[in-house]
Each structure stands twice: as structure tokens, then as C-alpha cells.
């Protein structure tokens, strides 16, 4: 049981998010986001008792960190909370700035810690995918946003420096890597959208920090996303080589990310039809995570869904 699955989770609560998010910027109704809120809680939590369980009977505690495929998808365990702490903002503010802190500082010491495992473990430029943006980009990110949810102006300018130029120095290697190295295994192929979150996750952030104002940085951010985006068409021939598993959902957190920034725009630019343009986009993405979580109960009754991967013994 590999690390990579708490992507399930994070895609459902990067869904949770959009409907969140479409609520303040188009009147959507309340009920859609806090039942998704509740499912991400529900399953990291199934996810997570399910993993350390099969953690300690495998014997390989401590070694997960240094596996070149699975090991940057252990930052999602404290990333998940982080994002349910802000949603509970709310409803609960102190619980939820507790929730936050705490998967906030286990963000970024692990984070490190990580950094620091990949700089001093024997590691050949292809054994990196785009889930190494995992544990620092999309963690220091999201916390940014968080801290811009919770008014904590000068956190969340730390740590969206700390996202961001992390993206900027892993970006290459991670670019340098999928152009000159021989293609990812096919059950890996997925991986490469999330290529495409940064700059959209950087750019809901960035509208979490300035107000939801449309400037120079927010649409410097949308320009690398429009071309992150039609990368991600030019994959599809690829992607559908790939055999259906757990790196499927690395689509799921990314493209509804890229979603939730779509409608923040239209919100910022007050295009004419927005509310329409939020409900169709919502109703496209929530039928596709239909769609994705209908295969992936199927592939858990069929026992496709979860392929033995290297466990780095």
C-alpha cells in the first residue's frame, strides 16, 4: 500500500474546494462543498489507519522516505488537514486554526526533511517525477493559502515565497528530466499533470493574498498555466497508455485546481454569465470525479486498482 494513494482524499478535497470556493464568488449552494469536506476527512482518515497498519506489518518504517517513486507522496498525510483545518474556518475557527497549525509545521519539517533525503541519498536524474513538487511546492503553497484564509498576512507571504521558489528551482530539474530522460513507466504517466498545478495552484493563492484582485502577477501565473494546459492536451495520447491506478488522481487535485482558478477569474474580470459559467465547470468536474471514483471502486473489487510497486527493499 503505497503513499500515493492519500491522492484520493486530496483530489476530493480539492473538489470540496472549488465548490467552496464557487460559493463566495457565485452564490452555489453551501451543501455540495461541506459534504465533499466531510468524505476528505472520512477517507484520509480510512486512508491513514489502512497505511500505518500495513506500514508496521511490512516492516519498512522509515524507509518510505527514501523510495524514488512513492516517497514525495507521504507529504500528502499532513497536507490533507491543513486543507480541512481551513474549511473548518467557518464553522469552528479555533479548531481549525489548530488542525491548520499542526499539519502546517508537519508540512514544512517534512518538507525539509524530504529535501534533504533527496540531496544525500544516491538518486539518477531518472528516478524524479512531477510528484517531488508534492512536499514543498504544493505544501508551501497551500499554506500560504491557508494562512491568507486565516488574515495571517506575513506567513502567508513566507510561505508562498517558499512554494514558489521551490517551483522555480525543482520546475527544472523536473523539466530537465522529462526532456532528456527516457519516458515514465506507463502506470507513472499520470504524474506529468501534476506539471500543471503550480501555476494555478500558485494562482488561487495568490488571489487568497491580494483580495481576488486580477494584477500582473495573478495573470503572469494564468500565462504559464495556458501553456501548462495545452501540454496536457498533447498528452492525452500518452495518458491513455496508462493503466488505471492510484496515479490517476494526480489528475484530480490538479485539474480542479485549474477549475477553481477559472471561476476566481471570471469572478475578478465580472464576465457576463459567470454564475452559468461556475455551474457548468462544477457540474463537468463533479461528474468526472463520479466517473473516476466509480473505476476506482470498481478496480478495488476487481483487485487491478492497487499494482504491486517496487517497495524499495
Given at each position: 500500500?503505497?503513499?500515493?494513494?492519500?491522492?484520493?482524499?486530496?483530489?476530493?478535497?480539492?473538489?470540496?474546494?472549488?465548490?467552496?470556493?464557487a460559493?463566495?464568488?457565485?452564490?452555489?449552494?453551501?451543501?455540495?462543498?461541506?459534504?465533499?469536506?466531510?468524505?476528505?476527512?472520512?477517507?484520509?482518515?480510512?486512508?491513514?489507519?489502512?497505511?500505518?497498519?500495513?506500514?508496521?506489518?511490512?516492516?519498512?518504517?522509515?524507509?518510505?522516505?527514501?523510495?524514488?517513486?512513492?516517497?514525495?507522496?507521504?507529504?500528502?498525510?499532513?497536507?490533507?488537514?491543513?486543507?480541512?483545518?481551513?474549511?473548518?474556518?467557518?464553522?469552528?475557527?479555533?479548531?481549525?486554526?489548530?488542525?491548520?497549525?499542526?499539519?502546517?509545521?508537519?508540512?514544512?519539517?517534512?518538507?525539509?526533511?524530504?529535501?534533504?533525503?533527496?540531496?544525500?541519498?544516491?538518486?539518477?536524474?531518472?528516478?524524479?517525477?512531477?510528484?517531488?513538487?508534492?512536499?514543498?511546492?504544493?505544501?508551501?503553497?497551500?499554506?500560504?493559502?491557508?494562512?491568507a484564509?486565516f488574515?495571517?498576512?506575513?506567513?502567508?507571504?513566507?510561505?508562498?515565497?517558499?512554494g514558489?521558489?521551490?517551483?522555480?528551482?525543482?520546475?527544472?530539474?523536473?523539466?530537465?528530466?522529462?526532456?532528456?530522460?527516457?519516458?515514465?513507466p506507463?502506470?507513472?504517466?499520470?504524474?506529468?499533470a501534476i506539471?500543471?498545478?503550480?501555476?494555478?495552484?500558485?494562482?488561487?493563492?495568490?488571489?487568497?493574498?491580494?483580495?481576488?484582485?486580477?494584477?500582473?502577477?495573478?495573470?503572469?501565473?494564468?500565462?504559464?498555466?495556458?501553456?501548462?494546459?495545452?501540454?496536457?492536451?498533447?498528452?492525452?495520447?500518452?495518458?491513455?497508455?496508462?493503466?488505471?491506478?492510484?496515479?490517476?488522481?494526480?489528475f484530480?487535485?490538479?485539474?480542479?485546481?485549474?477549475?477553481?482558478d477559472?471561476?476566481?477569474?471570471?469572478?475578478?474580470?465580472?464576465?457576463?454569465?459567470?454564475?452559468?459559467?461556475?455551474?457548468?465547470?462544477?457540474?463537468?468536474?463533479?461528474?468526472?470525479?463520479?466517473?473516476?471514483?466509480?473505476?476506482?471502486?470498481?478496480?478495488?473489487?476487481?483487485g487491478?486498482?492497487?499494482?504491486?510497486?517496487?517497495?524499495?527493499?
Amino acid at each position: 500500500m503505497a503513499p500515493n494513494l492519500f491522492g484520493i482524499s486530496f483530489g476530493i478535497a480539492g473538489l470540496a474546494q472549488a465548490w467552496t470556493v464557487a460559493r463566495g464568488a457565485a452564490n452555489t449552494p453551501e451543501w455540495p462543498g461541506i459534504v465533499l469536506w466531510l468524505a476528505a476527512g472520512v477517507l484520509w482518515v480510512l486512508t491513514l489507519v489502512a497505511y500505518v497498519d500495513n506500514l508496521f506489518h511490512r516492516g519498512h518504517v522509515g524507509k518510505e522516505f527514501t523510495h524514488p517513486v512513492t516517497g514525495p507522496f507521504i507529504s500528502l498525510i499532513p497536507i490533507v488537514p491543513m486543507l480541512l483545518g481551513v474549511a473548518l474556518k467557518p464553522y469552528a475557527d479555533t479548531a481549525g486554526k489548530c488542525i491548520y497549525l499542526v499539519a502546517f509545521v508537519v508540512t514544512v519539517f517534512l518538507g525539509g526533511w524530504l529535501t534533504g533525503v533527496w540531496i544525500r541519498v544516491d538518486m539518477e536524474l531518472v528516478d524524479w517525477h512531477p510528484g517531488y513538487f508534492l512536499p514543498t511546492v504544493a505544501g508551501g503553497l497551500l499554506a500560504a493559502g491557508g494562512a491568507a484564509a486565516f488574515n495571517w498576512t506575513r506567513l502567508s507571504e513566507l510561505m508562498f515565497g517558499f512554494g514558489f521558489i521551490c517551483w522555480v528551482v525543482l520546475g527544472s530539474i523536473l523539466l530537465l528530466r522529462l526532456f532528456t530522460q527516457p519516458a515514465l513507466p506507463n502506470r507513472l504517466l499520470p504524474v506529468i499533470a501534476i506539471e500543471f498545478a503550480p501555476p494555478v495552484v500558485a494562482g488561487n493563492v495568490w488571489f487568497a493574498m491580494n483580495g481576488g484582485r486580477a494584477d500582473f502577477v495573478a495573470s503572469g501565473l494564468a500565462g504559464y498555466a495556458l501553456l501548462m494546459a495545452l501540454v496536457q492536451i498533447s498528452m492525452i495520447s500518452s495518458y491513455r497508455m496508462a493503466p488505471f491506478g492510484p496515479p490517476y488522481w494526480a489528475f484530480a487535485f490538479t485539474y480542479i485546481a485549474a477549475i477553481t482558478d477559472v471561476i476566481i477569474w471570471l469572478k475578478a474580470e465580472s464576465v457576463d454569465g459567470s454564475r452559468a459559467f461556475t455551474y457548468a465547470l462544477l457540474a463537468v468536474s463533479t461528474l468526472g470525479y463520479a466517473l473516476l471514483a466509480t473505476q476506482t471502486v470498481r478496480g478495488l473489487i476487481r483487485g487491478t486498482f492497487l499494482p504491486d510497486f517496487p517497495t524499495g527493499d
